[in-house]
């Protein structure tokens, strides 16, 4: 457990406080797993069409990248978790509509992290079928049992533009692939 959760511990945003508007709230170390859980309910509030799984895909593993460089405060459990959701191809539903926007990403986040944990509130699609995320984390064997967020662990999944960036890294793929096809388009032309 990290030294920031204890009582007596100096004031750290999102580890012993609340966030945004409630910045100056401390946060208690016996609260802080459920300030956390509540964080991610509080954002997965977005609406509209399921992105496309290859979207959601790219943003899984770009959060996970991102958390992997170990400058986040999360476990080595968090980052795992992502990989092994992905490996699993269980995939949360993200919604398209509806982020936060002020730091960055956090309502499609908040989707991810949602699954991630395991409330039955959350869904995700596995095996060709949207199920509520405790059945396609348990049939894909990752556990039926809620996965408890710690420190900041919440805040530092859903910040970040991780939704944004997996939606851009697509684009940048398929721009590339239009141009090496047009590239030898021309060259067949020129032939």
Known sequence: ESHWLEADAPVVYGFNTGVGPLKNLRISPEDNDRFQRNLMISHAADIGDPAPEEVVRATMLTRANSLA???SGVRP????RLIA???QGVHPLIPQQGSVGA????GP???VAVC???LPEAEA???GRLVPAPEALARAGLGAEEFALKGKEGLAIINGCSFALGYGALALYDAWRALHGANLACALSME
Request: charged content about 15%.
């Open 125 to 127: 699609h596995y095996q």
């Open 103 to 106: 730091s960055g990403d956090l």
């Open 69 to 71: 460089k170990g400058v």
């Open 109 to 111: 986040m908040a989707h």
């Open 85 to 87: 959701m992905l490996n």
């Open 116 to 118: 991630l944990i395991g």
């Open 77 to 80: 459990q968090v980052v795992e």
